[in-house]
């Protein structure tokens, strides 16, 4: 064989354990316990898309990642005594059904959440589930 097979096969055999390594991280994020479909978007920059993720319900804390990335660690993380819901709208007749956009506010900045209605229901009980005093009104 040639070198430039070589080169060509270790690409392919790269390329293989990338695309595995991403499918397993999915997997494995996607089967955790209080794990949902969450797209995250900042609003401080004009015309950002919706990263596509995952979410996860911590103690006192909701931790995401990017749907696209083989990091380990959750790309951002809000602290539920911080963590504020100023509104949420139903957009309904998307291609992947209802959907809930969600705007919250953590630390001082702004961003929104997209999620499944359920989803949603489950960020609110969790949300008003914090001790009394620790958590505003959610909306």
Same mark, same amino acid.
């Given at each position: 064989?040639?070198?430039? @097979? ?5 690409? *392919?055999?790269?390329? =293989?354990?990338?695309? &595995? *390594?991403?499918? /397993? ?8 316990? &209080?794990?949902?479909?969450? &797209? ?7 015309? /950002? ?21 083989? =990091?380990?660690?959750?790309?951002? /993380? ?11 709208? *139903? @957009? ?9 956009? @969600?705007?919250?506010?953590?630390? &001082?900045?702004?961003?929104? *959440? ?18 009394? /005093? ?6």
């Amino acid at each position: 064989m040639t070198p430039l @097979v070589w080169i060509l096969l270790a690409l *392919l055999v790269a390329a =293989f354990a990338v695309i &595995g *390594l991403g499918a /397993s991280r999915l997997r494995t994020l996607a089967g955790r316990t &209080g794990t949902f479909e969450c &797209g995250f978007r900042t609003t401080t920059r004009r015309g /950002s898309h919706v990263s596509l993720g995952f979410a996860q319900f911590r103690a006192q804390r909701v931790d995401w990642w990017r749907c696209w990335s083989l =990091f380990p660690r959750p790309k951002r /993380s809000w602290r539920r005594d911080r963590l504020h819901v100023v509104s949420r709208a *139903l @957009v309904t007749g998307g291609p992947r059904g209802d959907v809930v956009v @969600v705007r919250c506010e953590h630390e &001082g900045v702004a961003f929104e *959440l997209t999620m499944a209605p359920g989803a949603y229901a489950g960020l609110a009980a969790w949300l008003e589930a914090a001790p009394p /005093s620790v958590h505003g009104m959610v909306v």
